[in-house]
């Protein structure tokens, strides 16, 4: 009885070379290289350069705004009412011989705060609210999306509106309006990722080896599921600054003499028709800030898209 011969074996073709391992065995970490493609982004467009340089100088505005200006945005000269913009008045003078730069540049810290404010707001009240009717389910799912539906269902400047009534006037209460009306889209869109990231293998083991929700919510779901509610927070910073400066030209936000971007426009449309600048420039800044807001965070958003 004879042996059967062996057939070589054909070697099998050749493996493709990974990614780069340092002397451990490990993969580099590809974060940094993710954050300068992210930062570099401004720097393959005009457009997004130039949202940059407005956002900084906006935020300079509000922190520093005596580098900027050195006039009173309260106090004013009666002999030089109502002066066109120039060299010694950028923006102009008002009916009180104002200056109407230094007024936008001291409103700027106004109109910043209470979009920050409102953002905190909304943020971490439809943090709390998508967490807990994602995660829990049931009868918390669905009493917290009946009551998010029923916010979506009126008009956001009734609902602020409303809101303002009941509170005050002032821009603290401007911006808890605008903060609670915002509440209900990023819970909606909270709870949607804690579904999605509910259901992960690791989120799944760690609740069948008995690990206790405040444990699972903070370390498990929340960092990976916070990144599109900050995209959409991103996203709403310009609307906000919209939001608040309208409220603010319809009287709601402080009391003259205060500053507000919105109140400046409201307090200028009377002599539209003599001194166009009085509304027509604090209406620009308005405009240009919102643009470079949307601008600088549709660009953030593709970016983190395509990691």
Request: proline share 8%.
């Amino acid at each position: 009885m004879t042996n059967p011969t062996k057939t070589p074996v054909a070697p099998g073709p050749a493996r493709e070379p990974g990614p780069a391992q340092d002397q451990d065995g490990r993969q580099p970490a590809r974060e940094p290289a993710r954050i300068r493609r992210t930062l570099g982004a401004p720097l393959r467009s005009p457009g997004v350069t130039l949202s940059v340089l407005v956002l900084l100088l906006v935020l300079g505005w509000a922190v520093v705004p005596e580098w900027f200006t050195g006039r009173s945005p309260l106090t004013g000269t009666p002999g030089e009412r109502f002066r066109p913009p120039g060299t010694e008045h950028l923006f102009g003078t008002d009916q009180l011989g104002r200056d109407i730069y230094a007024r936008v540049v001291h409103g700027a810290s106004l109109s910043l705060r209470a979009t920050v404010a409102a953002l905190l707001i909304a943020l971490v009240g439809g943090v709390v609210l998508g967490l807990v009717a994602g995660f829990f389910g049931r009868w918390a799912d669905a009493a917290i999306m009946r009551i998010v539906e029923i916010m979506l269902s009126v008009p956001p400047v009734l609902l602020s509106l409303t809101i303002i009534t009941a509170l005050g006037f002032g821009t603290g209460q401007v911006a808890i309006a605008i903060g609670v009306t915002s509440v209900a889209a990023f819970a909606r869109v909270m709870r949607a990722e804690v579904l999605r990231v509910r259901t992960a293998p690791y989120v799944e083991a760690a609740i069948l080896c008995g690990t206790r929700w405040w444990r699972i919510l903070p370390r498990y779901i929340l960092p990976a599921a916070i990144g599109p509610v900050l995209a959409l927070a991103a996203l709403d910073f310009g609307l906000v600054v919209l939001a608040i400066s309208s409220l603010s030209f319809l009287g709601y936000g402080e009391p003259p003499p205060a500053p507000e971007w919105g109140a400046l426009v409201a307090e200028g449309r009377n002599y539209l028709a003599t001194s166009w600048w009085l509304t027509t420039l604090p209406s620009l800044t308005v405009t240009v800030v919102v643009l470079a807001a949307n601008r600088l965070s549709r660009v953030l958003e593709a970016e983190g898209r395509n990691r």
